[in-house]
């Protein structure tokens, strides 16, 4: 071997096991924070008023399977607003057959002028403008709980100084490897936004299972300076208003929630390339955080490829990789069970080499379309 060669296979291993160490603090202090950190059982005391809003539109389907789990929630004083946006299926029969079965229900319809196009934010805005109450949770209309203890657990923590509860938003098992991605990918960001959260640096939550104060919303403008994103408002709502004071967690089983997952791989990527967009809005500490994981993890790949057909330092190499893969597994098998997510574990190995790779090829994607900003998406 030459000096040059020596010298650039010392650095590449200098590297290799760089991006190693920062892998395994990702793992070990904020995603194994999720199987350390144990969700109070301690139900509040007085039960406050919790005004749940749901945002709709044609999604007949939906309401008509996944509403009923909301309205027959185990708790003594709530109301559930459904702000039926332009539906132009029968929304709003469906709508007026559970107004007449469900007491709890609040229906406020949005008619279509060609006048005035809107995107999802004035349909929220309008739920959270007619709620009575001050505690507040979000959900989607695609979104069943999975038990009848998810508005009583979700709002359990909210006491003086908490503002912000982050639930788990998960999606229904199927059959396909798509849905095993789709699956993995929610339950890898979770473990991102779990995790910082928990460690004091919250930096997102998901519409699918997010609960705030309605005061708050108004005392900070509601979604201020992002109104005109596509998509977003509830992660970046999170993002400049939560800190590590004011931000609680809840992932019990009891309380995730479960949406319909995209059948299609093309409608999966639209979907996707949507939540990237928000990206670039969060906070610089945030982006950096976010970003050091997925770099390091290309690191970690590239360095292992050159370094093993070398067989320089073998054993310090296979050391260093073995290392992190147990931690990996051990780990992700761990939250696994929390998340209630099964069956992921053996395509969580091949799928966390080539993800990063995906998210950036989605991500450089967007900046070669233009979406319109009046879409209205879940």
Known sequence: MTITGNIFLHAVIIVFGLAAIVQLFYYLYFYLSLQKSVS?????????????????????????????????????????????????????DVLGEYLNKYPRLRVSNISKDPKFTHNKRFAQFIGIKAAKNEIMLLTDADCQPESDKWIEHMTSHFDESTEFVLGYGGYYSADGLLNKYIRYDTMTIAMQYLGMAIRGIPYMGVGRNLAYRRSLFFSKKGFGPHNQLVSGD???????????????TEFRKETHTRSVPASELKEWIKQKKRHLTTAGFYKLK??????????????????FVVLLPSLFL??????????RLIVQIMVFNLVQKKLNEQGLLAFSIIFDIFSPFINAILYAGNFRTSPDRNRWKQ
């Open 40 to 92: 109070s059982e301690n139900v509040a005391r007085v039960k406050a008023p919790v005004s749940v809003i749901i945002c709709s539109r044609n999604e007949e389907n939906n309401l008509r399977a996944f509403l009923p789990a909301v309205l027959t929630q185990d708790y003594p004083d709530y109301e559930v607003i459904v702000v039926n946006d332009c539906s132009e299926d029968n929304s709003y």
């Open 234 to 248: 509830d992660d970046l709502f999170v993002n400049v208003n939560a800190t590590g004071r004011n931000t609680q």
């Open 286 to 303: 945030d982006k950096i955080l976010l970003i050091s994981e997925p770099v390091s993890r290309v690191l970690f790949y590239t360095c």
């Open 314 to 323: 073998w054993p310090v190499v296979l050391a260093i990789f073995g290392i």
